[in-house]
């Protein structure tokens, strides 16, 4: 690709939230959605059968791997999506630049992965976590190689491209891992799934975005991309670690056979939150990157996207939360019953995980990389205090003491949105409160059925849910018109020849 053509790729003007951004926009986070639930439901299989077929240690260190692995991706990328989204016009050698942090920071942390690998397995107790994490510094080197690639296709909102390419990479895995299984494998066929979904995604990405680098370095872009992407990968790193900072705590002080346990609990809760939201956090930073100077089309976008988001995330978690105890069993096998118990405090995680995904896709949008940086090492500490004093009292105490402490987090984060694009209160009640009073009806009646037909499988709990679905939308659709229109719309372009 051509110079030029690169400066083409740049940023378009922006024209407020017009039709045609919020086309691209519409469009892109269908895509997104339909990508990456598929993707998850292959991802949440797999997990399954992991749940079925490893032993509870063998399961409690794969969820350490996960933590090192994600610590890794976000290290590795260096910031690139943040960066190619906000830029104006990249020229070929910036985007040179861009490719070869990556693949410089990508391998740095595989080397200390692999020193540290003995001394990691010694300090949690966790059995195979040297020789799987070994293998798995090729799926982050994998990874790496395609992050630039990856951002640029985004960038150009070319969302449909990369979820059928992903959408395939999910698939082989799959078949990989299960095969594995079959094959007796054990954990190492989890190790397998995971290089081959990397390298597959890293291979479509290149083929994805007609661009090469070259042997191309710029040490004043690289200096001016690190000191942007170091904020990016520090609050990414904070961010998760808010997240796996649990995780940690309890394989150190309770064991991988517990944490195995809590991770259960917990990967059945990522399908329905954090998951469901990247997607809208992905498609919303391109979209708040070209209204970062208009701050009225800024706020309508914003409105909007956080509406529609939380019109799916809340009742998922919630939904997830109430029927867990049931669910979760009936999935993973009656060993899994405690799980099952810890899904209920995690349904009240709907608004945090909402709230948090914007508020870091806002901030970079704007500039205040460092502000959601701050937040985020305050997030986490705060997770690692209530951790420790939780950890002794149970898992149970654990999750209720991460909801109580995510919560206390909402108005620092509103507060910020609301000095940088004048997005106050009000906006955020807006957005939330018609799926809250939906969830909550939906929630009493699944809950009280549950209770009185107590169902163990999975088709009478489905019918359960679908039923308190329904209420959700019968609620949604009589309490927001622009609802009704939508489904009308949609009625009508289906019943044309």
Known sequence: MTARGLDEAGAEPSTGYDATLRKKTRRSIIWLIGETLLEQSFSFLIFILMARTLPKAELGTFAIIFVVMDMGRAVASAGVFQRIARAQSLSPTQLDTIFWINVITGGLYCLAMLLFAHYAQAFFQAPLLEPVIGWMTIALMAAALGNTHLALKLRQFGHRTLAIRALIAGILGAIVAVGGVFAGYGIWAFVMQRITREVVVTVFAWRSYDWRPRFRFDVADAKADIRFGKDIVWTQLVSYLTLRSQDLIIARFMGPVLLSTYRVAWRSAEL?????????????????????????????????????????????????????????PALFGPQWRDAGMIALPLSLLAIPFTMTYFFQSI????????????????????????????????????????VIRAYLIIPIEIRLIRKVSGIGYRDHFWAFWPSLLAASAMAAAVYGWLVQFQPTNLVEIGAVCAGGALIYALIVLAVLPDQRERLRALIAARSQP
């Not at 502000?371 to 149970?396: I, K």
């Open 272 to 328: 329905f939150g954090p998951q469901l939201v990247s997607t809208f956090s992905i498609v919303s930073l391109q979209t708040f990157s070209r209204l970062q100077d208009d701050g009225p089309a800024l706020r309508t976008a914003y409105r909007s996207l956080l509406r529609n988001c939380a019109l799916l995330t809340v009742p998922a978690l919630v939904g997830y939360g109430v029927s867990g105890p049931w669910l979760v």
């Open 363 to 402: 901030l970079t949008a704007r500039g205040h990389v460092r502000w959601q940086r701050h937040v985020a090492v305050a997030d986490m500490l705060s997770t690692v205090l209530v951790t420790l004093v939780a950890v002794r009292f149970g898992l149970m105490w654990v999750a209720v003491s991460y």
